[in-house]
Structures are given as structure tokens and as C-alpha cells.
């Protein structure tokens, strides 16, 4: 029997969704661009013309999830009765953005056989979120809690050793470690946007909290 047509919208998405559960299930290494055809049941022609390579879904997978994230990222970076320290606490990490779903996909993606797709995520998001935070950098500015000259620049130095150093266990740090690790993040977060000592306290919530 043929396979019915579908308008390519839909086909694109379908190759994406596929793509994404044999990630999942076997690993980005060990799943083949045959193994996706032959999932999906389409032709290798079909597979080429929307996507060149693996990689490239791999992309479209990283990059449909942090949209996602940017989206509601951005609607509250845009919520006037927040101020710029309040929306820093609601979007630094442990706020879940993105629901029960993206904190799926980030468990996922710490697994080993991930790693290119953990690697590809963590560039993106710093891309992706970095305007975002600049852009309450610069409210803070404003308001006079903070003072930084160049809140992009800064933001995404500051996104690039957050993502390399407390994400993923690359260095196979304890808890323990990681901990003093996330207390100096917030050291060096205060200081380069010249924040109030113990501002962004919030990243690190003692026990009893």
C-alpha cells in the first residue's frame, strides 16, 4: 500500500520526532540516518531532502526544545511589574522553564552516548539566552542595581563557565564540590554586574529553606 502524502511541514516534524526517540532510546552515536528511514518508513530521498545529514535533525532537535525555552524565557524577561533581580531568580537554574518535558530532555541528555547532543544544547542555550538575560541586565541597569558595561558580553561569559562547570559531571565533581563551586558562581555573578554581596543568594537556598 502507498504511504499517504503529507505537506512538508508535517513530514519535517515527523522525521524530527522520530529522530528524537531513537536519540533517546539508543543514543545519538549508535542511531543511523538508515535506522531513521527504516523507522519511519519513508525513502532515503525523503530523509535528504529536508535534512543533509544527522547533525543537521540533531540541530533542529536542540534547537526546537530551546525555543521553547527562550519563549518563556522572554515573556518574562518582558513582564513590567518584575524587577531585574526578581526575574534572575525566577530564570536562573533550578526554575524549570520549559515544564516536566524540558527537565526530561536535560536528563537525558547527560547521559554519555548524548554527548554531542548535550555539547550542541549547551552552545545553543548560551546563543539562545543570552539576549534574554542582557536584556535584564540592562533593566537593572536602570534601576540601579546593577552596573555592567556591556551586559551581553558578560552574560554569556558568565552562561559558557556555568554550562561547562556545574552542568553534565564532566569533571566528576562530588556534590560537595560542585556546591562550593555554584557558591563561587554567585560570587562572580555579583561582582561582574556590581550586584549587592548576597543578591543572588538564591542560588544557593540553605537546607532549611
Excluded at 528524537?20 to 532510546?25: K, S, V
Excluded at 554531542?116 to 533593566?139: C, D, G, M, R, Y
Excluded at 556590581?194 to 542560588?203: D, E, K, L
Amino acid at each position: 500500500m502507498a504511504r499517504t502524502s503529507k505537506n512538508p511541514d508535517d513530514r519535517k516534524l515527523e522525521i524530527i520526532d522520530t529522530a528524537e526517540r531513537l536519540f533517546r532510546e539508543n543514543g545519538f552515536k549508535k542511531t543511523s540516518v538508515d535506522a531513521i528511514i527504516q523507522a519511519m518508513g519513508v525513502a532515503k530521498g525523503t530523509y535528504y531532502y529536508y535534512f543533509k545529514s544527522k547533525d543537521a535533525v540533531l540541530e533542529a532537535i536542540v534547537n526546537r526544545t530551546l525555543d521553547q525555552v527562550v519563549s518563556q524565557a522572554q515573556q518574562l524577561a518582558d513582564e513590567p511589574s518584575f524587577d531585574a533581580l526578581t526575574k534572575m531568580q525566577l530564570l536562573l537554574p533550578n526554575s524549570h522553564i520549559g515544564g516536566e518535558d524540558t527537565t526530561e530532555k536535560a536528563e537525558y541528555l547527560h547521559l554519555p552516548e548524548n554527548r554531542e547532543l548535550h555539547e550542541a544544547t549547551n552552545v545553543q542555550t548560551i546563543l539562545k539566552l543570552s539576549p534574554v538575560f542582557a536584556q535584564i541586565v540592562e533593566q537593572g541597569n536602570k534601576e540601579g542595581i546593577f552596573n555592567v558595561a556591556r551586559p551581553l558580553e558578560t552574560i554569556q561569559f558568565l552562561l559558557a563557565s556555568s554550562q561547562f562547570l556545574l552542568d553534565g559531571g564532566l569533571f566528576g565533581f562530588s556534590d560537595a564540590e560542585i556546591r562550593q563551586r555554584r557558591f563561587s558562581m554567585q560570587d562572580m555573578i555579583e561582582k561582574s554586574l556590581s550586584a549587592a554581596p548576597g543578591s543572588f543568594g538564591f542560588m544557593n537556598p540553605t537546607e532549611e529553606a
